[in-house]
């Protein structure tokens, strides 16, 4: 890392904004990452992001590229869909081809950048568990990274501060100590389509999108209509734009797989962070 400056790319996928770096020539090392995380995110004295990325060769060969991700106050995070297009449309300018792998931890995921939107493929088989916390009735569901989902009527959606504070409430539940959880607000309009609202664990705010989030809403609101085995694409509404699901689901073993987020990923700015 040079002593004075890092070049970042800032890029955005459904108002869910990012800081990228090109790390195989900053060589970052990972606790650089998280502690140049909550001053370059900050949105009055940095940048302003809803978190980092460094992409970086794997030297485990396991996949062609590492995404390294890291949340506004330095924490990790087990995956982020949206920050994962920004990453794939990121490499591509960076002379990647337009399907490739990329490793998050120790999962490997498949990108294809298309002209209009970017396409992840998740290493991912899960289930929808029905569970109760505080009394209230929640939906745990597993996308890489924890989530639960609260089924809530459509004009609740309007109420950020009320939604903020359950989020809240929720994050940080003792039942999902020691790491928290993100938590999700939907409402679904018909068989194929919700809206949804993401309190983010690690941003501690509600974000204009939650790629993980959005796949956990897509299953949690395809379990709730008790819907049969088949291939689905749900349509979820964020405030930042819509996002697409993909999925399989086998009613036999009540098991989601073949799951992939489609959404758009565009490139805000480029510049130079004083250090």
């Not at 800032?10 to 990228?20: R, S």
């Not at 003792?174 to 938590?183: A, E, K, L, S, Y």
Request: charge should be negative; glycine fraction near 8%; include cysteine.
């Amino acid at each position: 890392m040079n002593g004075s400056t890092i070049h970042f790319t800032k890029m955005q996928g459904a108002g869910n904004d990012f800081i990228l770096f090109d790390n195989r020539a900053l060589k970052m090392s990972e606790d650089e990452l998280a502690n140049l995380a909550p001053s370059i995110c900050n949105r009055k004295f940095g940048v302003g992001a809803d978190g980092v990325i460094a992409l970086q060769f794997d030297e485990t060969k396991k996949a062609d590229l590492v995404m390294l991700y890291k949340n506004p106050d330095g924490s990790d995070a087990g995956m982020c869909g949206n920050g994962a297009r920004c990453f794939s449309a990121f490499a591509e300018t960076l002379g990647s081809p337009k399907n490739f792998t990329f490793r998050v931890h120790d999962k490997v995921y498949k990108a294809k950048v298309k002209k209009q939107s970017v396409i992840i493929e998740f290493p991912l088989e899960t289930a929808v568990q029905e569970i109760t916390v505080a009394k209230e009735a929640l939906l745990n569901v597993y996308t890489n990274t924890e989530h639960v989902v609260c089924p809530i009527q459509q004009h609740e959606l309007e109420n950020e501060q009320a939604l903020t504070n359950h989020g809240r409430f929720f994050r940080n539940h003792p039942d999902f100590q020691p790491i928290g959880t993100n938590v999700n607000f939907i409402s679904g309009t018909d068989d194929h389509h919700l809206s949804l609202q993401t309190y983010e664990r690690g941003v501690e705010n509600l974000t204009l999108a939650c790629g993980t989030g959005a796949i956990a809403s897509a299953l949690a609101w395809h379990h709730l209509q008790q819907a049969n085995s088949g291939d689905f694409l749900y349509d979820v509404k964020v405030k930042g734009g819509t996002l697409l699901v993909h999925f399989t689901f086998n009613k036999e073993s009540d098991t989601y797989s073949n799951i992939k987020l489609e959404g758009p990923a565009a490139f805000v700015f480029e510049g130079q962070y004083f250090v």
